[in-house]
């Protein structure tokens, strides 16, 4: 990650939004030992790509962000003061890269401090799909070791909340590579697709485009929401329904989504080799690429 831009904001401030937004230099530093996000991981982010200054489907990150800012009990986001902070910052890493990325989060605060949350926008050029093309995966399963209700029965565990605590996802990566493979898709113990570590799945399965809902304790991916808009435009069938590990099997072609990386196609999945669809991989990649907002 090359870092770019930096802003603090002052999330205790009801001043105008341009008066909370502090520019500081990207590698200064920003949080003190006993902030909550470093000490505790209690906190939310989001991570909004940018193409030629556009954060791409910031309405939909700043939902999600509200959404696991709810699942928390954190004070509620002020939108435009957020929104604001990812315009500016989207506006400022343009001049060094036409693909960037934003990454905002809100931390619990300081746990000496005020009481009122923290939060930053940084502004970098992500390692991943540098040049706008989506590398193609070696995936494995790996069981997530809740059941696929976990959301509804025990909603404290906080699954489908973006919070800070990726030690998890970061170990299941790590299990990956030591596997021979680049990501992984999490499973529910009674056989059920769920996501990746970073990404949502899109499987197609008899011609059909499948995802799974946010019910059973996944994010809702805003890549996988603004794929299936392009689908459905080409008139292509998609689907949100419950997927089993033994029919995600039978999908002709797998991709997995995320911000930074785009619709990136599974070319083998616990070791078995996968058919790739380049035409409608690029497709979907420029389609994402094209984005207004
Ligand atoms: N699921 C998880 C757990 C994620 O961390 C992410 C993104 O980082 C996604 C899904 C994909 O979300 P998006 O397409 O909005 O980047």
Not at 151 to 166: I, N, R, V
Not at 204 to 229: C, H, K, M, S, W
């Amino acid at each position: 990650m090359h870092t770019l831009t930096l802003h603090r904001l002052d999330l205790g401030s009801e001043a105008a939004v341009e008066d909370c937004l502090i520019g500081l230099d990207p590698h200064e530093t920003l949080l003190t030992a006993t902030d909550l996000s470093a000490t505790r991981g209690d906190g939310i982010f989001e991570t909004v790509v940018v193409v030629d200054g556009i954060p791409q489907a910031l309405d939909a990150h700043l939902d999600r962000f509200e959404r696991s800012a709810a699942m928390l009990d954190l004070p509620a986001p002020r939108r435009d003061l957020w929104q604001h902070a990812v315009t500016v910052s989207a506006g400022a890493i343009r001049a060094h890269t036409a693909r960037g990325a934003v990454k905002f989060v809100m931390s619990r605060g300081d746990e000496a401090g005020s009481g009122a949350p923290t939060g930053w926008a940084l502004g970098f050029a992500p390692h991943s799909r540098p040049d706008g093309s989506a590398p193609s995966i070696d995936v494995v399963l790996l069981d997530r070791g809740y059941r696929h209700d976990v959301a509804e029965t025990s909603p404290w565990l906080l699954q489908g909340a973006k919070t800070l605590s990726y030690a998890v996802n970061m170990a299941a990566l790590r299990e990956a590579h030591r596997r021979g493979a680049q990501d992984v898709v999490f499973t529910s113990i009674d056989g059920y697709v769920l996501e990746g570590p970073n990404s949502t799945v899109i499987a197609r399965i008899e011609g059909v485009y499948t995802t799974v809902p946010t019910e059973l304790g996944v994010l809702p991916g805003t890549t996988q929401g603004d794929a299936f808009a392009a689908l459905e435009g080409w008139g292509a069938p998609v689907e949100t329904r419950l997927l089993s590990v033994d029919e995600l099997r039978t999908a002709d072609a797998i991709w997995l989504c995320s911000s930074t990386r785009g619709a990136a196609p599974v070319r083998s999945l616990d070791g078995e080799p996968w058919s790739v669809d380049s035409l409608v991989t690029v497709r979907l990649n420029d389609a994402l690429d094209a984005r207004k907002a």
